[in-house]
Every structure is written in C-alpha cells, then in structure tokens.
C-alpha cells in the first residue's frame, strides 16, 4: 500500500505562483509513475502531468505546458508540481496519483494510488 499527502494549496491572485508537494509513503517502490490531475467544481478530474519515478521523464497536459513543471526529491520520495502564471481557471482541487508500473496514461484509471487532494484557488 501507497499513501500520498499532498500539501501546498492556497489562495492565489491571478500571475502567481504555488509549488504543491506530494509525499508518498509506505510500499514507495510502488511509485513508478507519479501524476497530477485536478478536478474543478461540477467537472471531471483531468490530468495535469506525471513523471517517471526512475528517469525522470516529463509529460503535461496542454493546458498547463509551459507554466507548470512537475518534479521529483528521490530522497524524500516527494513529488512537486511548480505552478507559475496561475489563471482563474487553474482553480480546482489537485490531486497527487502514482501507478506501481511506469505508464503513459493521462486517464484517472491509470492510476491505482491517490492522494486527498488540495485546493488551489485563483483569484481574478
């Protein structure tokens, strides 16, 4: 078993920036893919980006290439996700994700461990 706290959420004016943390305990070599999805009031969770635990590979959702960068402390099994320029329609609650596999997937299925979530909030 997997346990994920995420950390870092707040309220945020619009060209800001938050770092989210995500810390992973318990069966971590269970993390060989680490995500980001976030779900905003009255729609779906959506995936945000995810890193590859051993390699270090990157990959993001369009919406937030280029302002958002996701990455790992191997010591301290900890997951970050740098959001800079915020835009009101960042807000959402984040949540942190990990599949035991390496996995190239943007969909919550693929995923087995989450996290509680967080929640960002960006004020216009």
């Known amino acids: 078993q997997v346990q994920l706290v995420e950390s870092g959420g707040g309220l945020v004016q619009a060209g800001g920036s938050l770092r989210l943390s995500c810390a992973a305990s318990g069966r971590t070599f269970s993390t060989s893919t680490m995500g980001w999805f976030r779900q905003a009031p009255g729609k779906e969770r959506e995936f945000v980006a995810r890193i590859i635990w051993s390699g270090g590979w990157t990959y993001y959702a369009d919406s937030v290439k280029g302002r958002f960068t996701i990455s790992r402390d191997n010591a301290k099994n900890t997951v970050y996700l740098q959001m800079n320029s915020l835009k009101p329609e960042d807000t959402a609650v984040y949540y942190c994700?990990?599949?035991?596999?390496?996995?190239?997937?943007?969909?919550?299925?693929?995923?087995?461990?989450w996290g509680q979530g967080t929640q960002v909030t960006v004020s216009s």
């Open positions: 994700a990990a599949n035991p596999t390496i996995t190239s997937s943007t969909m919550v299925a693929g995923y087995r461990y």
